[in-house]
């Protein structure tokens, strides 16, 4: 038996689901591969969801929980949503290593999830994504932006989305979410992202 006293409550995204074997992107522990839990009413279905529960014995890449309880399910978002999901689940779980905190990507897309369903047009959607690639700092280099621009890379993290949700210009958008695509090893493995960066709109 565990005291609740040892137990730390977390939020996270379900990036990864075998059986009770979790792949998280949680805001108290970051990208965590191995995450255990003793509820078996939960053996399927939680990829995509916001879930928290109670943290012991937290590792580096390994921690057990337990009074895990679904904060948001997937099935609560539309079909045009869909896509824009899976891209940041993609992201998360490819762009992230393991044992990296990345708390405010984190928290940028839980906010994101639990508003997924206001966000309906392909431009929206792939401006999301690149606020994700910017907080984990992938971007071609300063050059990339016009002067204009600049100054969303120096910006807090709480006046980001505002600054790069107003951001116009669709063609460097799209040129920022190829680049990552194909910069990065980890492109090859993503399958809805190049689906949203071929949509015009959903």
Sequence with gaps: MHDEKDHVRDVAIVLRQRSNLLSVLSIGHGRTEKLFYDHKRYATGLVGSIVSYHVYEARYDYSRVDRLEIERHPSLYHAQSIYLLHALIEVCYH??????????????????????NAFTSGIEQKKIVCLLFAL????????????????????????????????????????????????????????????????TNL
Excluded: M
Aim: aromatic share 12%.
């Design 136 to 199: 984990l700092g992938l971007y071609p280099d300063k050059e990339f932006l016009d002067d204009e621009h600049h100054a969303f890379l120096y910006a807090p993290v709480d006046k980001l989305k505002d600054l790069f949700l107003e951001l116009p210009n669709e063609e460097l958008v799209h040129k920022w979410l190829v680049w990552c695509l194909t910069a990065y090893p980890q492109g090859k493995w993503c399958k809805a992202l190049p689906l949203l960066v071929k949509s």
């Design 95 to 116: 762009y992230i290593p393991l044992g990296t905190q990345a708390g405010d990507a984190c928290r940028y897309v839980v906010d994101i999830l639990a508003n997924l």
